[in-house]
Nanobody, 123 residues
Framework: QVQLGESGGGLVQAGDSLRLSCAASEGTFSRYTVGWFRQAPGKEREFVAAISWSGAITYADSVKGRFTIFRDNAKNTVTLQMNSLKPEDTAVYYC?????????????????WGQGTQVTVSS
């Protein structure tokens, strides 16, 4: 069972960039589809981006053109590069993983979750 840990959150100003990293505990991480989700206070958890084991990628419309997801299988990491951040991007960001081949946008489809990292964007 893979364990996930996020890092890279923080407090930034609107227009700034942040890079979030999701690290896995095992060497077979390359076989997992990995997604990023976020949850703001009082709101439901929402999909941000995902990358499959084969490299297929999908983004939420709200982050297209600003966020980039990529993976480094040699380091067992998946990174979310966030540019042009907006106050509405403020949330706790979670990485999640599953072993199915498809790139899911529904959080119910993910079996393994990290503890989350806070991203706060001030205006």
């Amino acid at each position: 069972q893979v364990q996930l840990g996020e890092s890279g959150g923080g407090l930034v100003q609107a227009g700034d960039s942040l890079r979030l990293s999701c690290a896995a505990s095992e060497g077979t991480f390359s076989r997992y589809t990995v997604g990023w989700f976020r949850q703001a206070p009082g709101k439901e958890r929402e999909f941000v981006a995902a990358i499959s084991w084969s490299g297929a990628i999908t983004y939420a419309d709200s982050v297209k053109g600003r966020f980039t997801i990529f993976r480094d299988n040699a380091k067992n990491t998946v990174t979310l590069q966030m540019n042009s951040l907006k106050p509405e991007d403020t949330a706790v960001y979670y990485c999640a993983a599953h072993l199915r081949v498809d790139v899911n946008t529904e959080f119910e489809k993910y079996d393994y979750w990290g503890q989350g990292t806070q991203v706060t964007v001030s205006s």
